[in-house]
């Protein structure tokens, strides 16, 4: 059974910075997608990033390009969301999502992975 865990949430000031960290067990082999999706409260799930293992390539909700970046270690089978310029309405669970039959990510679609930790609040506030 694949277990997703996430960590590094927490309070951060507007313009502050979080780093997430999801930690992958129970895998005989390597997932071929893996993302992060966020909930606030009384909003839909939404996609933020993924990375396609294949081709290492990564995709980005147009609202969190150029202020976060997801990364791999592939050895710990550990991705991390870099936040940075962190604004109030970046305020959700975030949720790190694993699959194994994508080959290019897709962070539109969330039914489309099968494996989720059971979410981390990141909370933007002064």
């Known amino acids: 059974q694949v277990q997703l865990v996430e960590s590094g949430g927490g309070l951060v000031q507007p313009g502050g910075s979080l780093r997430l960290s999801c930690a992958a067990s129970?895998?005989?082999?390597?997932?071929?997608?893996i993302a992060w999706f966020r909930q606030a409260p009384g909003k839909e799930r939404e996609g933020v990033s993924c990375?396609?293992?294949?081709?290492?390539?990564?995709t980005y909700a147009d609202s969190v390009k150029g202020r976060f970046t997801m990364s791999r270690n592939n050895t710990k089978k550990t991705v991390y969301l870099q936040m940075n310029s962190l604004k109030p309405e970046d305020t959700a669970v975030y949720y790190c999502?694993?699959?194994?039959?994508?080959?290019?990510?897709?962070?539109?679609?969330?039914?489309?992975?099968?494996?989720w930790g059971q979410g981390t609040q990141v909370t933007v506030s002064s």
């Open positions: 129970g895998v005989a082999s390597d997932y071929s997608a």
């Open positions: 990375i396609s293992v294949t081709d290492g390539g990564t």
């Open positions: 999502a694993a699959d194994f039959v994508q080959i290019e990510c897709t962070i539109k679609n969330f039914p489309s992975y099968d494996f």
